[in-house]
């Protein structure tokens, strides 16, 4: 976690006002830090839990960590010995947290202040409060997504994440092995773990210690390596009630044959192709390879009793229209890949962003304003003249599809993991 | 193959007029055979070609062969000295064949054609065309399905047995060993070898033998043996271009990593538990088995590259109803199955039918007359009283379709496998 501000300069971060928080007694010294964590997008997919108890998973995975300037969550962890008790809030909400919530919760605020330091008097050098008094004092979070939570664009992960970094920056915590703190994360939310850093990010599933604390995130490169990776996030619109992951993965694992052999015999292969691919900047293997995996990920999906769907029409229709234009192109431009819901997300390099805006925008139409939120790519793309060959190609495969089947389209990049914000930033105001 | 006309009587064919031929020679012998042939609908599934050459599986597959009276081809094979060429007429338009249409017919013409018998004359019992002298005489064929060719219920398994069935009866050819005939009815269409015999059909993949001579049908059960097994089939309208199952096998053979599995890990278990529940009329057995390899089929299908899609949203939303429908009855009174397509049928018993078409009924809004084949049944169902438990609990999981999502539905049941008509039906009338 570095410790810049640059990034919420670039792009203060909006919250309608800070919670007012009325102290009983005011003098009384309270902690806190602010901080904003990423989302992150899986090229090869997680899916199925290892231990549910610890939260780990049956295969390695490994994702993207997105810009914070374009999809953010932002967390105040606040402690104070007038507190009487752990409190969160989530977008403006109080949370009445049930079991499932608050053994996430509990296992990342004691999992974290575990390993907190002294507090240290910038001034003074004196201790003013020592790493067990941080027990004395309950927490109150609040947490805020600049993205709707229920776009589906993995907010989980970006929630966790900015909540164990926030937690890190009051306790200034420090980890007694690499990737300590990804494990914290992970028990709140397995995705999260990868948030913790930029760039190109493993999982490693572990399971060689007992305690799984080998089930942690790492690194792959950093969000320069491949500085020009892509990412179109097409938020599709979806009728149908969604199967929380949590129960479709448990669901998975004890019915479906075909994601067992997937986890042991088909991802380990994968992790290492597409670390290649990372590594040597191959965006043909590393596309083919993100696509595959995502096809096989709801194809284990689909073949979980009873069965789940993610992808519908609509996402099928992106698929059709990606292969396509990369068939047309005679290379992979762009690859597709799906989490647990419709949404697509596609990875391209940066020559052909614009190019791929322009045919989402031909095929996606337009809801209103605000439909891409970066409108200078969105001028580009409305101006761009799409290769007649390949409008022609489409046209073959796919249909305009109606307006409102795609609702948002969100046009991003790597970015770097959490930040710590400044306290002007705090989403409390104590009183 | 059973040589009565009790079929036919119950339910005259319906063919617009049979094709007028003018014979050069009009005092030269016509042979003419006229058979109807069922389709068939696996439940556990077959995809993935082992030889492409003899159009064999990579696993054994079982399906039920549906009622003549409901789905059918009918054919009628003839032959003369005075033909000049062999001639293909496909619902009343004569086919000129491509290399893989002409390959298949060529298999079926030839392969039946190679065992058959002196003809001898019924009066005179005097031989009138020797064993070798059929091959002098090409051969004219019409066929004709009383369903749409395009709704994609597996008219070609009905066609290409309808084909071998008439070929079989005009040459009164006759098997070297059980199954010799479903062998020749395979190289035209793979699942058409299953609906040469009546009842659940199983198709043994074979292999042993160097010339795929193994790769046969073999009745598991007639079709008196479960004779309380319905099958209501929702015909969906699809939007999207379908991929070919043959371009499909193929690709998929080559890219899915699972379909490996499948076809050698999972697909033998399920042989053994649903001949066994099949055998023991185990509904509940039969109905989980089929559901989890129809879903496990359109995995590996999802799992090819490029991805392949035969279920779409309306089917998704079949799947979800049957699964709401066997939560609320604590047992499975309905199972789907999806074939290439987004067709879903779903088998039931007897004493479900109504109830399962009430439903149907209820959440895919009827298009107009001759929305079911079977006015009765719809009756039935128009008056059936939902229990309102049943209601409520697809309500909270399903919504009314919109009109034409489902275009027709056809009730129907098992039934016997090809059957020869009499003369008068003949598809051809010669002048």
């Given at each position: 976690?570095?410790?810049?501000?640059?990034?919420?300069?670039?792009?203060?971060?909006?919250?309608?006002?800070?919670?007012?928080?009325?102290?009983?007694?005011?003098?009384?010294?309270?902690?806190?830090?602010?901080?904003?964590?990423?989302?992150?997008?899986?090229?090869?997919?997680?899916?199925?839990?290892?231990?549910?108890?610890?939260?780990?998973?049956?295969?390695?995975?490994?994702?993207?960590?997105?810009?914070?300037?374009?999809?953010?969550?932002?967390?105040?962890?606040?402690?104070?010995?007038?507190?009487?008790?752990?409190?969160l809030?989530?977008?403006?909400?109080?949370?009445?947290?049930?079991?499932?919530?608050?053994?996430?919760?509990?296992?990342?605020?004691?999992?974290?202040?575990?390993?907190?330091?002294?507090?240290?008097?910038?001034?003074?050098?004196?201790?003013?409060?020592?790493?067990?008094?941080?027990?004395?004092?309950?927490?109150?979070?609040?947490?805020?997504?600049?993205?709707?939570?229920?776009?589906?664009?993995?907010?989980?992960?970006?929630?966790?994440?900015?909540?164990?970094?926030?937690?890190?920056?009051?306790?200034?915590?420090?980890?007694?092995?690499p990737?300590?703190?990804?494990?914290?994360?992970?028990?709140?939310?397995?995705?999260?773990?990868?948030?913790?850093?930029?760039?190109?990010?493993?999982?490693?599933?572990?399971?060689?210690?007992?305690?799984?604390?080998?089930?942690?995130?790492?690194?792959?490169?950093?969000?320069?390596?491949?500085?020009?990776?892509?990412?179109?996030?097409?938020?599709?619109?979806?009728?149908e009630k969604?199967?929380?992951?949590?129960?479709?993965?448990?669901?998975?694992?004890?019915?479906?044959?075909l994601?067992?052999?997937?986890?042991?015999?088909?991802?380990?292969?994968?992790?290492?192709?597409?670390?290649?691919?990372i590594?040597?900047?191959?965006?043909?293997?590393?596309?083919?390879?993100?696509?595959?995996?995502s096809?096989?990920?709801?194809?284990?999906?689909?073949?979980?009793y009873?069965?789940?769907?993610?992808?519908?029409?609509?996402?099928?229709?992106?698929?059709?229209?990606?292969?396509?234009?990369?068939?047309?192109?005679?290379?992979?431009?762009?690859?597709?890949?799906?989490?647990?819901?419709?949404?697509?997300?596609?990875?391209?390099?940066?020559?052909?962003?614009?190019?791929?805006?322009?045919?989402?925008?031909?095929?996606?139409?337009?809801?209103?304003?605000?439909?891409?939120n970066?409108?200078?790519?969105?001028?580009?793309?409305?101006?761009?003249?799409?290769?007649?060959?390949?409008?022609?190609?489409?046209?073959?495969?796919?249909?305009?599809?109606?307006?409102?089947?795609?609702?948002?389209?969100?046009c991003?990049?790597?970015?770097?993991?959490?930040?710590?914000?400044?306290?002007?930033?705090?989403?409390?105001?104590?009183?």
């Amino acid at each position: 976690m570095t410790n810049q501000n640059e990034h919420e300069q670039d792009h203060p971060h909006q919250v309608p006002a800070a919670f007012k928080i009325q102290l009983p007694t005011p003098s009384t010294p309270i902690h806190s830090a602010t901080v904003s964590a990423p989302t992150n997008i899986a090229c090869i997919k997680y899916w199925g839990k290892a231990s549910s108890h610890y939260n780990t998973p049956i295969n390695d995975s490994l994702s993207l960590t997105l810009d914070q300037a374009d999809l953010r969550a932002v967390t105040t962890a606040s402690c104070c010995k007038c507190f009487t008790e752990d409190k969160l809030w989530l977008n403006g909400k109080e949370v009445q947290m049930n079991a499932s919530t608050l053994k996430r919760f509990r296992a990342c605020v004691d999992g974290i202040r575990a390993l907190a330091s002294d507090k240290v008097d910038d001034i003074t050098h004196q201790i003013v409060v020592t790493r067990s008094e941080w027990e004395t004092m309950p927490v109150h979070i609040a947490s805020y997504n600049n993205f709707p939570t229920a776009a589906g664009l993995a907010s989980s992960a970006a929630g966790y994440a900015a909540l164990v970094a926030s937690l890190v920056a009051l306790y200034d915590a420090r980890e007694e092995y690499p990737g300590q703190f990804s494990a914290i994360a992970r028990q709140g939310s397995g995705s999260a773990c990868r948030s913790l850093y930029g760039g190109f990010v493993a999982w490693r599933a572990g399971g060689e210690r007992e305690d799984w604390s080998d089930s942690i995130a790492e690194p792959v490169v950093d969000e320069m390596h491949w500085e020009e990776i892509r990412a179109v996030i097409l938020v599709v619109s979806n009728k149908e009630k969604e199967t929380s992951s949590t129960k479709g993965m448990e669901t998975s694992v004890t019915t479906s044959r075909l994601l067992e052999y997937r986890a042991k015999h088909v991802v380990p292969q994968r992790m290492k192709e597409i670390e290649k691919a990372i590594q040597e900047k191959d965006f043909e293997s590393f596309g083919k390879v993100t696509m595959m995996d995502s096809n096989q990920f709801h194809a284990t999906c689909l073949d979980t009793y009873p069965p789940i769907f993610y992808m519908n029409d609509v996402s099928k229709s992106v698929v059709t229209m990606v292969h396509v234009y990369n068939e047309w192109a005679e290379e992979i431009r762009a690859a597709y890949t799906f989490d647990a819901g419709p949404n697509a997300v596609l990875y391209t390099l940066e020559k052909y962003q614009v190019e791929l805006l322009a045919l989402v925008l031909r095929y996606y139409p337009e809801v209103g304003e605000g439909y891409v939120n970066n409108s200078e790519l969105r001028k580009e793309a409305m101006e761009f003249a799409l290769e007649a060959g390949l409008v022609e190609a489409v046209e073959k495969r796919c249909r305009v599809r109606d307006i409102g089947d795609v609702k948002m389209v969100y046009c991003t990049k790597g970015g770097p993991g959490p930040q710590t914000l400044g306290d002007q930033c705090s989403l409390f105001e104590f009183v």
